[in-house]
């Protein structure tokens, strides 16, 4: 029987071998048996936490989820500025945060965008994820664009988190974060001026 107590550092040791092992060997290689080794637990452990691997594969995407949520909302608390500009570098510098962009984060929300084309509880999570973003972003060119113009102002940075994102994980080398973050604010700048038109 487990000790009282143990279920979420259970959980989060498991979500924390599932990052290592996707990092290792990807995600469809990151067997149950692989992710219990590097956990240092038995195999049944998932099972009773997780169910499956899919399971297990969903909490660790809600993680990462919420951890960047987190860090959106701890810069936010932190504005001096109440401008849609800042708090549009808010969402930008959350997506783009050393814990969203380390090697086994990048590798884990690849292989994840990759599964949730097959799996339904996956596709799901993503959808909730880039809504999340859009939703966001949209509300805050809202309070200086009509809502056409924010909406397409919207999906036009989501695009470029994501797109910039992605080709910052698949060149090989190093994340250049000021760079993303850089071009992005370039875009955001752009967007904003319109008001004045």
């Not at 660790?60 to 860090?71: C, D, K, P, Q, S």
């Not at 060149?171 to 071009?183: K, L, N, P, V």
Request: net charge positive.
């Amino acid at each position: 029987m487990p000790k009282v107590g143990m279920q979420p550092i259970r959980r989060q040791q498991l979500i924390e071998a599932t990052f290592t092992a996707v990092d290792q060997v990807g995600m469809a290689d990151a067997s149950i048996a692989l992710i219990a080794r590097l956990a240092g637990v038995s195999n049944g452990i998932i099972s009773h936490y997780f169910k499956d691997k899919n399971g297990l594969i969903a909490a660790t995407m809600r993680y990462l989820m919420t951890v960047l949520t987190e860090n959106v909302a701890e810069r936010r608390l932190a504005l001096n500025d109440d401008s849609p500009r800042a708090h549009l570098q808010v969402i930008v510098d959350g997506n783009f945060d050393a814990n969203q962009v380390s090697g086994p984060a990048m590798k884990t929300w690849l292989a994840f965008w990759a599964a949730s084309m097959h799996q339904p509880s996956l596709h799901r999570l993503q959808r909730i994820n880039d809504h999340r973003l859009y939703s966001n972003l949209c509300c805050q060119f809202r309070r200086v664009l009509p809502q056409a113009q924010a909406r397409s102002a919207a999906r036009g940075l989501a695009a470029l988190i994501d797109g910039l994102w992605l080709r910052g994980a698949l060149s090989g080398d190093a994340f250049d974060t000021e760079q993303a973050q850089r071009i992005c604010y370039e875009y955001m700048d752009l967007q904003l001026a319109k008001q004045e038109r």
